[in-house]
């Protein structure tokens, strides 16, 4: 009978089952099971050969099934079935092709099956015991309930084992410094620490010394039956209502008892490995965390600008990129491509951050920049630069807001280290030969000074711009304009970009190329001047001088003369190409080439260039200056990030917010969530669930995306009355933009609600479509795990497999009360009120 961990996939065996034998299936079950894990895949494949293997049983189902039995022969063979049981042998044929093990379960497992009956009736009154304890619940409420919960997961809270730990449990004695003693049971054991589990009214303090005496294995190893074992404790935790446990760490006593005792248990567990079970839990929890960091890392749309700090000066230092950040990094370069970074994020703008409580160090900014004889001009300012001043934040606000250029900012400080920059987790060495790699002197030397991280994210958009346009100001005053300049220096301290390292998911190689290119629309209207910068054969790489006017899916026409007069044999002229992305500048997109027409003239002259020149050409990868600083700064990033991650899985054909993650510094959305219910694993998303947010609308923006495409943003407004915590139902109002049908509605919205006291929370979210894990991040742990757990290996893989989409939400209160026109006075309450949420929330609920 098939596995109940396939049960969910019958409808695929079903369609599958009559193919098995033939040369079509390996093309249908690709494409039917293209979205399950490979884990997932390869088990429906052995279940589909396992049923459709020859049989040779004989059937007899007299006293098996309520119905008249009565002689069938099949084959020379004659069988004892009823007439259900004969029709379903007879559709199994059909399907299969021949009498097989498929069949025969068919066959054996009819609805009138007395067993089959008696199992299900079985289960029914199961079901009506439970409901009749509790009649407001099913079977399925009677667990846990985590409908409206998610798995909690802490960014870089790896714990790492210096060596390998064994679950065993046996009786132990404990004898405390003043000479009592207590029974004591085990319920891990490495070399240097175990575990213990006793009884709750026995005093233990943390950082307090103890005895040991192991009389179980007194037998099996000469023990000093008065010397005991000593061990310091790590941590006292509760248990339940009776026991406490304990965690504990041996105290060196460089005599010969304790070097043999070392010397035993090391070979004990070793040997016993396979019969007791290695304690895994480190490895699963560090394995998880990172699948779940490496979703998010490389589909961040903030920028994480690194800040050196060198004989009291500060400067930012470099900039981690990815797909959805990079267009902001290039937005801050000027004429010559240089890093305007390092005066747009002052020593003087940094101070003022710092000036703040550490959970409370962000600021909204806005940019627009000014091109006038060939150079491109920049200006900037804070909400707090231009607060007070009534005449200059008009200006500043509604002149920026009428240019094309006009950016908005969600600014956020953190603090960082080089020490963060090395993965703190390593599998037990007692279990792998390879040591954990430490950085170059170099690499050591570039990241020594880095002493804070700015996380610096652009919430832009049509709405948001609309009510800055609104602003009214008068344009004798533009002059002011100059005070928020920046100058043009000669020399700019360099602030690089340094790429975030993925898994590589494209399906050809692109090489860096740089030729004129000639766009035309499909009107065959010429576009602004263009050049490639990287190109494959089946697509290429754009930049224009101008923002091209197109959108994803438009299809446009290229020539390339400088290439024409290299090549006689193909016409470069005309080529159809397919936008695939856009940026958000509109001066790059990704083309793709059009072969539904005659074959592609381009493709067919790029294929013979690059094999012609293969040598010659450069592929299109980011240079390594510094090896391993990529991995070094996402390190440091995923500890230093405040935002709030969360992951939508997808199981058959239904969506879910499963898993949610922070860095960190918690942001206000994980206070508010931490005081619903939810535990040290897992966290109430109730209010990010209404309406059908994740199942409905997430998950239909989800299926109409690809992994390449830009993420999608929404805005998520939370209200909170006075007794929210304590009556979440009617306390927590939450709402998305796409709920309100004009601008002037969500304005009136907020200001109600602030006008009615409650607190406004407000958040800007990136929906991101992902792509395969990147299995080579987790293979050495995933490995390791597999050795003595492989079905807990195997859990781990599916779980990161559904994954289909990663979400990013920060806070950006501070902008929406500014954008919607909150006074002054009002603004200032609600950032009071934030605060106290903050250090009143700053730690979970007991449990």
């Given at each position: 009978m098939t596995a109940p961990d396939l049960q969910e996939h019958l409808t695929i065996i079903e369609r599958l089952k009559s193919l098995v034998q033939t040369s079509d299936f390996d093309q249908m079950f690709t494409m039917l099971t293209s979205d399950l894990p490979k884990s997932k895949q390869f088990l429906l494949k052995m279940e589909l050969k396992r049923l459709s293997q020859p049989c040779d049983?004989?059937?007899?189902?007299?006293?098996?099934?309520?119905?008249?039995?009565?002689?069938?022969?099949?084959?020379?063979k004659t069988h004892y079935m009823d007439e259900q049981a004969i029709k379903v042998f007879e559709q199994g044929i059909h399907d299969y092709g021949r009498f097989t093990l498929g069949v025969y379960e068919d066959v054996m497992n009819t609805d009138n099956n007395y067993r089959v009956m008696h199992r299900k009736e079985t289960e029914q009154r199961v079901r009506k015991a439970l409901n009749a304890n509790n009649p407001e619940l099913d079977v399925e409420e009677q667990q846990p309930n985590r409908q409206h919960?998610?798995?909690?997961?802490?960014?870089?809270?790896?714990?790492?084992?210096?060596?390998?730990?064994?679950n065993y449990s046996i009786t132990v004695e404990i004898i405390h410094d003043d000479g009592k003693k207590h029974a004591a049971q085990t319920t891990d054991i490495s070399v240097q620490g175990c575990k213990l589990k006793l009884a709750k009214t026995v005093q233990i303090e943390q950082g307090s010394s103890l005895g040991v005496f192991f009389r179980e294995l007194e037998q099996e190893f000469t023990l000093d039956k008065n010397a005991p074992i000593r061990y310091e404790v790590l941590e006292v935790s509760r248990l339940d209502p009776k026991y406490q446990q304990i965690r504990l760490k041996r105290?060196?006593?460089?005599?010969?008892?304790?070097?043999?005792?070392?010397?035993?248990?090391?070979?004990?567990?070793?040997?016993?490995k396979r019969r007791y079970k290695l304690n895994l839990d480190n490895t699963l929890d560090a394995v998880v965390i990172k699948g779940?960091?490496?979703?998010?890392?490389?589909?961040?749309?903030?920028?994480?600008i690194f800040i050196s700090v060198h004989e009291g000066k500060s400067n930012p230092q470099c900039v981690l990129t990815t797909e959805n950040s990079r267009a902001s990094y290039h937005y801050f370069q000027d004429e010559q491509q240089r890093s305007v970074l390092p005066q747009v994020l002052s020593a003087k703008r940094l101070k003022q951050l710092l000036k703040l409580p550490a959970d409370q160090r962000s600021t909204?900014?806005?940019?627009?920049?000014?091109?006038?004889?060939?150079?491109?001009?920049f200006y900037s300012a804070t909400a707090e630069e231009l607060a007070g001043n009534d005449e200059l934040h008009n200006v500043f606000l509604g002149f920026g807001a009428s240019k094309k250029s006009w950016k908005v900012f969600q600014l956020s400080l953190q603090p960082t280290s080089a020490k963060y920059s090395q993965l703190q987790f390593q599998i037990p060495d007692s279990a792998t030969a390879e040591s954990q790699k430490k950085g170059t002197h170099l690499l050591d030397g570039y990241l020594k000074n880095l002493r804070f991280m700015v996380s610096m994210a652009d919430i832009t958009s049509d709405p948001s711009n609309f009510w800055y346009q609104q602003i009214r100001f008068d344009k004798a005053k533009l002059s002011q304009l100059n005070h928020f300049?920046?100058?043009?220096?000669?020399?700019?301290?360099?602030?690089?970009?340094?790429?975030?390292?993925?898994v590589n998911l494209r399906s050809e190689a692109r090489y860096l190329y740089k030729t004129a290119v000639e766009l035309f629309d499909a009107n065959k209207q010429a576009l602004p001047q263009a050049f490639s910068r990287d190109f494959s054969p089946n697509g290429m790489q754009v930049e224009s001088v101008l923002p091209l006017h197109v959108s994803k899916g438009d299809l446009v026409r290229i020539n390339l003369p400088d290439l024409q007069k290299i090549s006689n044999k193909y016409t470069l002229s005309q080529l159809p190409y397919e936008v695939m992305a856009v940026s958000k500048s509109g001066t790059i997109m990704n083309l793709k080439a059009v072969t539904a027409e005659n074959e592609h003239a381009g493709k067919q002259f790029f294929q013979l260039l690059i094999q012609n020149n293969r040598s010659k050409l450069t592929v299109a990868e980011e240079p390594v200056k510094h090896p391993g600083l990529a991995p070094a700064l996402r390190n440091m990033y995923v500890k230093a990030l405040d935002c709030f991650p969360f992951y939508i899985h997808r199981k058959g054909i239904r969506y879910d917010l499963k898993a949610v993650a922070s860095g960190y510094q918690p942001n206000s959305l994980h206070r508010v969530l931490q005081q619903l219910g939810a535990d040290q694993e897992h966290l109430s998303i109730e209010p990010l669930i209404k309406h059908n947010a994740v199942s409905?609308?997430?998950a239909n923006q989800l299926k109409n995306m690809k992994r390449q495409d830009p993420p999608k943003d929404y805005e998520l407004y939370i209200l909170l009355s006075d007794n929210w915590h304590q009556s979440p139902e009617s306390g927590i109002q939450c709402s998305y933009d796409y709920e309100f049908s004009a601008e002037p509605e969500k304005q009136s919205y907020i200001q109600q609600a602030v006008d009615a006291g409650k607190q406004v929370l407000a958040y800007k979210i990136w929906l991101s479509r992902t792509g395969r894990p990147d299995s080579d991040y987790i293979a050495q742990e995933l490995e390791y795990i597999s050795q003595y757990a492989i079905h807990k290996a195997k859990m781990i893989e599916e779980e990161l497999w559904s994954v289909v989409g990663v979400g990013e939400?920060?806070?950006?209160?501070?902008?929406?009360?500014?954008?919607?026109?909150i006074s002054p006075e009002q603004r200032a309450r609600q950032n009071q009120a934030r605060q106290q949420l903050m250090v009143k929330y700053s730690a979970p609920p007991a449990n």
């Open positions: 049983y004989f059937i007899d189902l007299r006293g098996h099934v309520d119905g008249d039995v009565k002689p069938f022969s099949f084959q020379g919960q998610a798995r909690f997961v802490q960014f870089a809270s790896y714990i790492s084992r210096a060596e390998e730990r064994m105290i060196e006593q460089n005599n010969a008892q304790d070097d043999e005792f070392s010397a035993f248990i090391n070979k004990f567990i070793h040997g016993n779940y960091e490496q979703f998010f890392v490389p589909r961040t749309s903030a920028l994480a909204v900014l806005f940019c627009f920049t000014h091109a006038a004889k060939g150079k491109l001009y300049a920046h100058a043009k220096l000669a020399k700019l301290p360099f602030c690089e970009a340094i790429p975030v390292k993925y409905l609308h997430f939400l920060i806070d950006i209160t501070d902008e929406v009360l500014l954008r919607f026109a």
